[in-house]
């Protein structure tokens, strides 16, 4: 899309799955290697979709690329990958997609 007026080109959100604002307590957890392999700490998800979110925590430093989310209101640990990170903040695409139904039902919750 082009604004014509100010010259800029603006591309348009080409996700597969829209994101749901949320505001959800999660357990982030990985395993490291040596003595103090397994990291978990507590964050919150600022968005949702089927195929991933958006994490908020204090430090994202500690857990590797590789980990788990568990969200709160919904049991089970989904595995995902980093896509994305700041010093506080984390962008995850989940390994796989999470059912619609349980997507809109954690949304619900908000």
Known sequence: M???QQGI???EDQRYHPRRQVRLD???????SGLRGYVAQSGMVLNLSEG?????CSDTDRLTN???IQISGFPAKIACVVVGRTS???NLQFTELVPTTIVDRLAARR
């Open 88 to 90: 506080v903040r984390l």
């Open 26 to 32: 999660a357990t982030l957890s990985c395993m490291k």
């Open 52 to 56: 991933g979110c958006m994490v908020s």
């Open 9 to 11: 080109v603006l591309f």
């Open 66 to 68: 590789d980990l788990h």
């Open 2 to 4: 082009m604004n014509a």
